[in-house]
């Protein structure tokens, strides 16, 4: 358990920081509620496809390694 929630938090500080950079760098301020809800997504969707990523490969990484 403690493998799994140390994974968790590692996928979840590296979906925040791809999160983050998305929308400082990539997308501005939105003029409109519609963008805002679009950039909002896709952030949301990078962020999720990150940290699930990164989880993935930190749990394979410990396993192979045990």
Avoid: C, D, R
Wanted: charged share 5%; aromatic share 10%; net charge positive.
């Amino acid at each position: 358990m403690t493998s799994a929630t140390k994974n968790g938090v590692m996928g979840g500080l590296m979906g925040f920081l791809m999160s983050f950079l998305m929308n400082y760098f990539l997308l501005p301020f939105p003029h409109s509620p519609i963008a805002n809800a679009i950039g909002n997504g896709l952030s949301g969707l990078l962020s999720g496809f990150m940290g699930g990523f990164i989880g993935v490969l930190i749990h394979s990484k410990t396993a192979k390694a045990q």
